[in-house]
């Protein structure tokens, strides 16, 4: 079946614009989960949906935020675009409660802000 | 809080030797935890769960809660193992999981 799959791969933005990245998670997944992961500060969390509704939030301004569709399609939008925003970003799915089943995660989009 | 600490970020080893990649947790409550592997230009993807007890390309962790540890090992390393390995925590029940800085493992011919 197929995995996690996040769009676009790459992406070149500008400091101040805006940007969404999509993730489309496994067939029957209903969790959705982000995470930002930099050479400096790691794999840090940043939101978790669970069927249309955010459960939790990481420690990020309020400049991140996330939606989920009826499909368990989500997307990642971050508006005014900083320097240090540039990072890969990962999406990961579960089928239920982490502690029993882990994450899948996708390959990432990498995101540059020049 | 959560924490993770992984006290080494690189570690080598030569073929066939035991490996071990220490994983330190801080949390007041029963953790999950896990460990996590990213080969080279690929995913990052889930090796095991200490819940399963299982055994996964010889590799194995117990978790130690008195020392708050789950180190991961695997008596005879091989080249292929060489990646980058994430410990990672979440609560019972829980929809974050929280990772440490990772270890970078060499495994040299």
């Known amino acids: 079946k197929a995995g996690v799959t996040q769009t676009p791969r790459y992406l070149i933005k500008t400091r101040g614009q805006q940007v969404t990245l999509s993730c489309s998670p496994i067939s029957g997944h209903r969790s959705v989960s982000w995470y930002q992961q930099t050479p400096g500060q790691g794999l840090q969390f940043l939101f978790e949906y669970f069927s249309e509704t955010q459960r939790n939030k990481g420690n990020f301004p309020g400049r991140f935020s996330g939606r989920q569709f009826s499909n368990s399609r989500s997307e990642m939008n971050v508006s005014t675009l900083e320097l240090g925003d540039s990072a890969l970003y990962l999406c990961?799915?579960?089928?239920?409660?982490?502690?029993?089943?882990?994450?899948?995660f996708g390959s990432g989009t990498r995101l540059t802000v020049v | 809080a959560q924490r993770v600490t992984q006290p080494e970020k690189l570690l080598s080893v030569f073929k066939g030797a035991p490996v071990e990649l220490k994983c330190n947790y801080s949390y007041s409550g029963s953790p999950e935890l896990f460990w996590y592997v990213q080969y080279s230009r690929q995913r990052l993807q889930l090796l095991l769960r200490h819940i399963s007890r299982e055994s996964i390309k010889g590799f194995t962790a117990d978790l130690n809660k008195g020392e708050t540890s789950f180190h991961l090992k695997k008596p005879f390393a091989q080249e292929e193992d060489s990646a980058m390995y994430y410990c990672a925590l979440t609560a019972t029940s829980g929809s974050r999981l929280t990772f440490g800085e990772g270890t970078q493992l060499t495994v040299n011919p």
């Open positions: 990961a799915s579960s089928l239920g409660v982490i502690g029993d089943y882990g994450y899948t």
